[in-house]
């Protein structure tokens, strides 16, 4: 056996001697990425805590492609009232996201410098920069037919706004045409980071909790942003029909129960 997997069996056998409450705290302080060994270098632990807040983060707002897909792709039409909130919920969450690698990189302003300078072909982490930064982009231009129908729709429009609506009704049409090909591309570009967030904890075995350790992350990884993005579109319909159902259309308010409940 390789030298990572005598100190994991090492580490487990530890464990194993340990109170159960001990046990349990451990694993929630891992789950959490509270905890790493202490032999683990300053830089790493900072890279693998900064991935692990990111996946959490796109975990919350894998609702867009989990939603949008189930509506479009795999004909769930029940759904279709959560997926606007849906998608404005993913456009925000990977927006946040992306605000905070741009404070934990140090220096934002090199941020495009891998992606357009020097590409990090062989990185998983330049691949899921590249995949959240196209998927931020096509989550605009899905949420984009809801920001034109408010700028249709707005009665004391100034005059520059009531010469644009023509365009602003061609933009929109053209985005609904493509909301097929807008949804699969979102699909395989949410599987790539997801999955790739994963894989990114796989480089280090021998620095990761045994207890957390998989050669499945990618899949588990995969697996909970779906269960997590289904959890958020509940939780966020909850809150959004509790609040504001007397601006809610019949739609909303007739399936409001069904997205709840399934």
């Known amino acids: 056996r390789s030298r990572a997997q005598r100190q994991m069996t090492a580490e487990v056998r530890k464990l194993a001697k340990e109170p159960h409450s001990t046990l349990l705290l451990n694993f929630l302080m891992t789950v959490l990425g509270l905890t790493f060994p202490p032999r683990m270098p300053r830089r790493g632990k900072r890279i693998l805590t900064g991935a692990s807040g990111s996946a959490r983060a796109c975990c919350v707002a894998a609702a867009g492609y989990v939603t949008s897909s189930a509506c479009y792709l795999f004909g769930m039409k029940r759904y279709h009232s959560a997926v606007r909130p849906a998608i404005l919920t993913a456009f925000l969450g990977y927006a946040f996201v992306v605000v905070a690698l741009l404070y934990d990189v140090g220096q934002p302003w ?71 090909p807008l949804t699969i591309l979102g699909v395989v570009l949410s599987t790539m980071h997801q999955s790739s967030l994963g894989a990114l904890f796989l480089i280090a075995p021998s620095k990761m909790h045994p207890l957390w350790y998989s050669p499945f992350m990618p899949v588990f990884f995969f697996i909970s942003s779906m269960v997590a993005g289904l959890s958020m579109v509940i939780f966020e319909g909850t809150l959004s029909h509790k609040a504001l159902h007397n601006k809610m259309d019949e739609t909303h308010l007739r399936e409001a129960d069904g997205v709840v409940f399934g």
């Open 110 to 180: 090199r941020l495009p410098y891998p992606l357009l300078v020097s590409q990090g072909t062989t990185s998983l982490l330049f691949e899921v920069g590249l995949c959240v930064g196209i998927y931020l982009t096509v989550l605009f231009i899905e949420w984009s037919p809801v920001g034109l129908e408010w700028l249709l729709g707005m009665k004391d429009a100034p005059c520059w706004l009531v010469r644009l609506r023509p365009r602003m009704h061609t933009i929109r049409k053209a985005v609904l045409c493509f909301t097929i």
